[in-house]
């Protein structure tokens, strides 16, 4: 397989659309093969995103490249358009390499919201204790109200990593629960406290599409205020 079949079957996959099937099929064929020519055209194909979920597939392939670590470390020096330097530390990211979370740490202070949204989930799957400041600066400082909910859901990733961690997590999320004034950020902050702590706090995400919430946020709101005034 080269790299001129393998192109005719990417435009088949985009002008098809969402079709699990044949985007299967050729990620298969994408991944056969771990030469240097292939795998640059794994990396260029990302910047087509033409089919969001093709796209999405291919870059979650992307992880499965032998020596895709060393490639993209290679590459992110070099590499000028944000939207892919964003992709390269997502991709690291997934492998839980040593190099994500310094670059999530530089990613977060960037003027790029992209940047910073990705910097933010990447320091919940691979971050420390250390991490929990620079996220509870986020969740309680960004403008963006998705950067907010994503900041407090990295909480919930570290927590599920280094469960020692509980207390301290809880804290800075108790913090985020004082400010925050918006409801829906207010929810999801409520949703991690619940799930990290094991408590029934009226809200829960929905069972097949985890960016849905169920409950009451106002009977919530004084249930979560209630367990946080216990904490130590």
């Known amino acids: 397989m080269n790299v001129a079949e393998l192109e005719n079957m990417y435009r088949h996959c985009e002008e098809i659309g969402d079709d699990f099937t044949e985007h299967s099929k050729f990620i298969k064929l994408l991944l056969s093969e771990n030469t240097r020519e292939m795998t640059d055209y794994h990396y260029e194909l990302l910047r087509r995103r033409k089919v969001p ?10 992880r499965k490249r032998k020596d895709a670590e060393s490639y993209l470390i290679d590459k992110l020096p070099q590499e000028h358009d944000p939207t892919m330097q964003a992709d390269i530390l997502q991709i690291l990211g997934g492998l839980r ?7 999530a740490r530089e990613f977060v202070k960037h003027n790029d919201e992209r940047h910073r949204e990705v910097g933010l989930f990447v320091l ?15 969740m309680l400082t960004e403008t963006a109200p998705l950067l907010r909910i994503t900041a407090a859901s990295a909480h919930r990733q570290i927590a599920s990593r280094h469960p020692e961690l ?14 925050e004034t918006n409801d829906e950020v207010l929810s999801w902050i409520i949703v991690m406290i619940g799930t990290i702590a094991i408590k029934n706090l009226g809200l829960r995400e929905d069972k097949e599409d985890p960016h849905i919430l169920h409950g009451d946020v106002q009977k919530a709101k004084k249930k979560a205020a209630a367990f946080l ?4």
């Open 97 to 103: 390499s040593s190099h994500a979370a310094p670059l």
């Open 124 to 138: 919940g799957w691979v971050g420390d204790k250390g991490d929990i400041d620079i996220l509870r600066t986020h």
């Open 166 to 179: 509980k207390c301290d997590i809880l804290r800075s999320l108790k913090s985020g629960f004082e400010k």
């Open 229 to 232: 005034s216990t904490l130590p």
């Open 53 to 62: 979920i093709l796209y999405h597939r291919i870059r979650a392939a992307f």
